[in-house]
């Protein structure tokens, strides 16, 4: 069973801030996706890596999937209110299963 | 396309009781997923499906947990009996294909007292 861990499982920062959300396996990706999830809402993508040392950014958020595809950073600069929610990494492991890490629960304070 | 929808959103039943959760997936879409999500276990993968066709129940938790897929518009995950243990929100979620966006419904939140 492949295990995505994400760090922090909770952060609390100040607006304008910047921060940085891990998601860290064991096994190498065939891909991974990060998901956004709001209070009474499913999961929202918001980007998709393939290639290793792939980034990708989203306006203030950049992506970045690691050389040995084992691992994803998120990076925020200047965080807003509106950032706050619940950030997951999900991945597929050469298989169809989308696996989901536990979770970052992100609250951007104004 | 509307997305993807979940019915009921809330349901609220008794131990004991047989309880089934609706999802119709985005046209077109070939895979289909359950989802269940709880403060403690995070979103674990239930069951999925690959046009209409059941490839990996592993993540069910017990034989009390069945789901199926009769036609490409439509999945149910029945529990029978429900326990309070399954009290967690319930995630459908469908996609074109494999490592393409997973697009979720609003799920069903489950409680069982």
């Known amino acids: 069973t492949q295990l995505l861990e994400q760090s922090p499982q909770f952060l609390s920062i100040q607006e304008g801030e910047n921060l940085t959300v891990y998601c860290n396996s064991s096994s190498v990706f065939s891909s991974l996706q990060w998901y956004r999830q709001e209070p009474g809402e499913g999961p929202v993508l918001l980007v998709t890596v393939v290639t290793g040392g792939e980034v990708k950014k989203l306006k203030r958020l950049t992506f970045q999937f690691g050389d040995a595809r084992k691992d994803s950073s998120l990076h925020i600069t200047a965080a807003q209110p509106g950032d706050t929610g619940l950030y997951l990494c999900a991945g597929y492991f050469g298989n169809e299963k989308l696996t989901f890490g536990t979770g970052t629960r992100l609250t951007i304070i104004p | 396309d509307a997305g993807v929808i979940q019915s009921p959103r809330h349901e609220v039943t008794e131990m004991g009781q047989e309880v089934t959760l609706r999802c119709k997936p985005i046209s077109g879409h070939d895979y289909l997923f359950w989802y269940r999500q709880t403060m403690m276990r995070g979103l674990e993968l239930l069951i999925y499906?690959?046009?209409?066709?059941?490839?990996?129940d592993s993540g069910m938790p017990e034989d009390r947990f069945s789901a199926k897929m009769p036609n490409a518009s439509f999945s149910t995950l029945k529990i029978q009996p429900s326990e309070p243990r399954d009290s967690a929100v319930y995630f459908c979620a469908s996609s074109l294909r494999v490592v393409t966006e997973a697009f979720f419904g609003q799920g069903t939140r489950l409680t069982v007292v």
């Open positions: 499906f690959n046009n209409n066709v059941p490839i990996d």
